[in-house]
């Protein structure tokens, strides 16, 4: 079962303009939130990340919105540039009795075309 | 500052050998993790180890073993390799058990393996 999902498996936008990346989460219990960003032959880098007693939380031109009523949260980028092109993984997070549970989507592949 | 190192970058095996994925990193963390990234799929946890001694299976582990003798290294051993196990795979750290979901974790290059 497919805890977090981005339903999206890719994404063109033009430069300049903003790119949004959805992500949909089914487990309640997640209560923190993170994307992270890769390019082609390296690892995965931490890019933001929403705790959820919030509904947003930004970081320059990158900016988490959290929804949780509709287990959903997004990632705005404004304005997109081409150093934006790569996979974006969310993540989503929960303690439970103590043991920690970490799921990762699926992963949106962002084109940024000039 | 290095971080996490994997290597190798690249291998290919044959069906039914053996082969360990090296892992290292230099920030001290406690926490070191190997997860394994397929097409549709993400990033899928196979095993973990919250410190020196201690490691625990994840939501993949069949075919993989893991030991962690040191805080710095944590190899990935494939015992009989199978197609199933064509994936590239990457270490992950960080601080603590508890920081790699609430505040992020340190993700090495990566390893592509390809089992004939």
């Known amino acids: 079962d497919q805890q977090v999902k981005q339903n999206s498996p890719s994404l063109s936008v033009q430069e300049g303009r903003i790119s949004i990346l959805n992500c949909d989460y089914t487990n309640s219990m997640f209560d923190y939130f993170l994307w992270y960003k890769k390019y082609p032959a390296e690892g995965p880098t931490f890019l933001i990340s929403i705790s959820s007693i919030k509904d947003k939380n930004e970081d320059g031109r990158f900016t988490v919105f959290l929804n949780k009523s509709a287990k959903h949260l997004s990632l705005h980028i404004v304005p997109s540039q081409p150093g934006d092109s790569a996979v974006y993984f969310c993540a989503a997070s929960s303690i439970i009795q103590g043991a920690q549970k970490l799921v990762f989507g699926q992963g949106t592949r962002l084109t940024i075309n000039p | 500052n290095a971080g996490v190192t994997q290597t190798p970058k690249f291998q290919v095996l044959k069906t039914g050998q053996s082969m360990t994925l090296q892992c290292a990193q230099d920030m001290n963390h406690e926490y070191m993790s190997w997860y394994r990234q397929d097409p549709g799929m993400g990033l899928r946890l196979i095993h973990y180890?919250?410190?020196?001694?201690?490691?625990d299976q994840g939501e993949v582990p069949n075919g993989y073993n893991v030991s962690r003798s040191t805080t710095e290294d944590f190899p990935l051993r494939l015992l009989s390799a199978a197609p199933s196990q064509t994936s590239v795979y990457f270490c992950?750290?960080?601080?603590?058990?508890?920081?790699?979901?609430?505040?992020?974790?340190?993700f090495g290059s990566g390893t592509q393996l390809s089992v004939l």
């Open positions: 992950a750290s960080s601080y603590s058990e508890r920081s790699r979901g609430r505040e992020k974790l340190f």
């Open positions: 180890s919250v410190g020196a001694g201690i490691t």
